[in-house]
């Protein structure tokens, strides 16, 4: 989807509560090539609401080569979110997901680009 938005100048930012570590681990293994913002005590993330403190914490083990996630507790954590913002700053779409584990629907960031932005 990132040369569909980049196509129509939509900037990616990225924000995450990873270390930096982990975050130039990630945008190396996935070709990740957008400013991630580091929220490491979740401050932004709870300004902005988009803070579930009732997220499942997993621990991750191979089995057979493929990785299985266990949840082992609660730990508080950020919703994925994904935002569309003018060149003024003023928020044009939202949405934040209800559940961890979900990411933005393609179809409907697609639609909310072309309501957002269409001239």
């Known amino acids: ?7 129509h100048d939509v ?7 990873a270390g930096a570590h982990e975050v130039r681990s990630q945008a190396k293994r996935d070709g990740l090539q957008f400013p991630i913002l580091i929220d490491s005590d979740l401050e932004a993330t709870r300004r902005l609401g988009w803070f579930d403190p009732a997220g499942l914490k997993h621990v991750t083990w191979k089995i ?3 990785p299985v996630g266990f949840p082992v ?3 508080k954590m950020p919703r994925p ?11 044009r779409w939202l949405d934040v997901t209800d559940d961890y584990r979900l990411r ?3 179809e409907r960031i697609r639609a909310a680009v072309g309501r957002a932005f269409s001239s």
């Open 1 to 7: 989807m990132r040369p569909w938005l980049e196509h």
């Open 11 to 17: 900037q990616i930012i990225g924000m995450t509560s």
């Open 64 to 66: 057979f080569g493929i």
């Open 73 to 75: 507790g609660l730990r």
């Open 81 to 91: 979110a994904t935002v569309l913002i003018d060149e003024g700053g003023v928020v």
């Open 104 to 106: 933005g629907d393609e």
